[in-house]
Structures are given as C-alpha cells and as structure tokens.
C-alpha cells in the first residue's frame, strides 16, 4: 500500500515536473514569438495615435479601448483560428502567407520613406471626429480597427512562424499569450502617448517650479518623441519585412541574398567582444536595405493602381497627413479651449 502511495506520488511529482516545463516552454516561445513581431509592434504603435488626433480629450481614451477590443477581437476570433487551420492542414502556405505579410511591411516603409525624401505635404482638412458626431466617431474607429487588422495578420503570423514546430495546442496558448501581451503593449503606450500632453499641462500648473519645468518640457517634447517613434518604426518595418524576405528566399530555394549577407556579417562577428553586436548591425542594415530595396520595387507597380482606388487615396491623404503633422510637431489645438 505504502509502496503504491509512493509510486502515485512520484508519478505526481513527474506530472508537475512536465507541468512546469511545458509553462516554462510556453513562456519562452511566446517570449521568442513577440520578439520577432517588435518591429510590426513599434509600427503599430506608431500608426494608431493619428486615429484620435485632434479628438476631445475626454474622447481619447474611450476611443483608444474600443480599438483595443477590436483589436483583440481580429486576433482571438479571426486572425487564430485561420492561422491554427492552415497549420494543421496547409502548413506548407505559411511561408507564402509570412512572404506576402514581408512584402506589405517591405511596401509600408519604403512609401514612407519615399515620401519623406520627396517632401511630400498633405494636409487631413476633416474636423476631428467627435465634432462630426458618434457616427464619424465609430466610422474613425472602424478604420483604426481595420488598419490594425492588418498589421495584427503580421504579428501572428511572425509568431506562428517562430512556434511551428509545437504541438497545435502549444502554439495556440503561446499565440493567445502574444496576442494578449502585445495588444496590451502597443495600447497602453498609445494611451500614454496621447496622454502625455495633458499630463504636461497639468505638471505645469503646479506651484512647484520642477513640476511646471518637466510639465513644459513634456509638452514641447512630444512632437519630436512622436517623429521619434514614427522614424524607428519606419526602419523596423524595413528591418523585419526585409528579413522575412531573405529568410523566405532561402527556405524555397534562392540562397544567394542570404549567402550574401552572411558573408558580410562573418567578419564582423569575428571581433572580439563586440562581435555579436556588429554582427546583428550587419545583418540588420542589409536586410533593412533589402527591404527598402524590395519595397521600392512594390510601391513602383502598386503606387500607380492605388491612386486611381478610392480607399487607396484616402488611406494615403489620412496617414501622410498625420505622419506629417507629428514630424513638423503640429500638434492639435484641444488644449487651447481649456
């Protein structure tokens, strides 16, 4: 009897073991899968603050969380689901599906820096959408939703990409911790950064001179903090699109970009110390410029089909507009009504 206790209580032990193991597996690959994704990350976070420019306030942040539900809702309920099928019946699409997402990013940055050196100006004339009403309101937010549809496709499928090989369970509790922790990421610093005009106004209405100091340099500082994040965003794109190309080019068969740039990147992981480091800059600025490259070549075919299309014109008219407003620091007039 004492024997069988024993022997049950081993196997308990065993299973708690395996138990730990398989949690401690989960959280390095959802560690590895969002890390993989920071660079659709940085853009996402970098996009959606254009959505509520110049709204009230009052309206920021409740507009923010409807977006954070609807962006949860792409990525639980549609985006999952979709990518958890084609894995267990179509693996073989996934690097096609990963390209096609590689190629968009690619396209993404290279218009924005396209633009950026043409000096390209547009100006978004509509009022702000809670001066239109809730239904220009809901209509803002329907298409920041849409947007993050877009770059949420990115995300899981990058993840999916770095967990193929665990069991279908596995991969589908790491995607829904990605999902959860990024989407809680890329909105809790919209939420900040839209926020942090108003917490510069209210430091600076203090008595204490280091709080007005930091409350004026908060809100002089968020112009360049946006250009900022916009810019970095922009190289991530081009980073992270121009990797997944590479990387899909030598999985299907094209090895010579990728024999390329590892050529170059040997060298400069052979020095000492800080060879590891110089060895990713390496990498990472030929796939960024490989990105550009290839993005280049997309915009050069679709540019000309997306002006003559009307989503096409107004995608671009909102998003360089805003892009443009937060890099010359143009930033809106809520407070000035206060």
Not at 34 to 44: E, P
Not at 128 to 153: H, M, N, Q, Y
Not at 178 to 200: C, R
Not at 307 to 321: D, I, Q, R, Y
């Amino acid at each position: 009897m004492s024997g069988g206790l024993v022997a049950l209580l081993d196997d308990v032990a065993a299973l708690a073991r395996i138990a730990a193991a398989s949690v401690d597996d989960v959280a390095a690959g959802a560690a590895k899968a969002g890390a993989k994704a920071a660079g659709v990350v940085i853009d996402d976070a970098a996009v959606t603050p254009q959505y509520v420019s110049g709204a009230d306030p009052s309206r920021e942040l409740p507009m923010i969380k409807r977006i954070f539900w609807g962006s949860i809702r792409n990525k639980l309920l549609i985006i999952l689901p979709a990518l958890l099928l084609i894995s267990a019946f179509v693996p073989g699409v996934i690097p096609y599906i990963l390209m096609l997402g590689g190629t968009y990013l690619c396209y993404e940055g290279a218009e924005k820096v396209w633009h950026k050196l043409r000096g390209s100006h547009h100006e978004d004339e509509e009022s702000p959408s809670v001066e239109r009403g809730p239904d220009a309101e809901a209509k803002v937010v329907k298409g920041a939703i849409t947007t993050d549809f877009i770059l949420s496709c990115e995300i899981m499928v990058i993840s999916m990409n770095e967990v193929a090989a665990e069991s279908i369970w596995v991969r589908a509790f790491i995607l829904v911790m990605v999902a959860f922790a990024i989407t809680v990421l890329v909105y809790g610093a919209v939420a900040l950064i839209v926020k942090m005009d108003d917490i510069g106004i209210h430091l600076a209405a203090k008595d204490s001179a280091r709080s007005q100091r930091l409350g004026r340099l908060l809100v002089r500082g968020m112009p360049a903090v946006l250009a900022a994040i916009t810019f970095v965003g922009t190289i991530a794109m081009l980073w992270v699109g121009g990797h997944i190309m590479l990387q899909g080019a030598h999985d299907l068969g094209w090895h010579a970009p990728y024999d390329l740039v590892h050529a170059l990147e040997s060298p400069a992981a052979e020095v000492p110390v800080a060879g590891g480091l110089l060895g990713w800059l390496v990498n990472t600025l030929c796939s960024a410029v490989l990105g550009l490259a290839w993005g280049l070549v997309v915009l050069a075919v679709v540019g000309p089909l997306l002006k003559v299309l009307p989503f096409g014109k107004a995608k671009g008219s909102h998003e360089e507009g805003a892009a443009e407003a937060r890099t010359n620091g143009h930033q809106p007039e809520k407070h000035e009504e206060r």
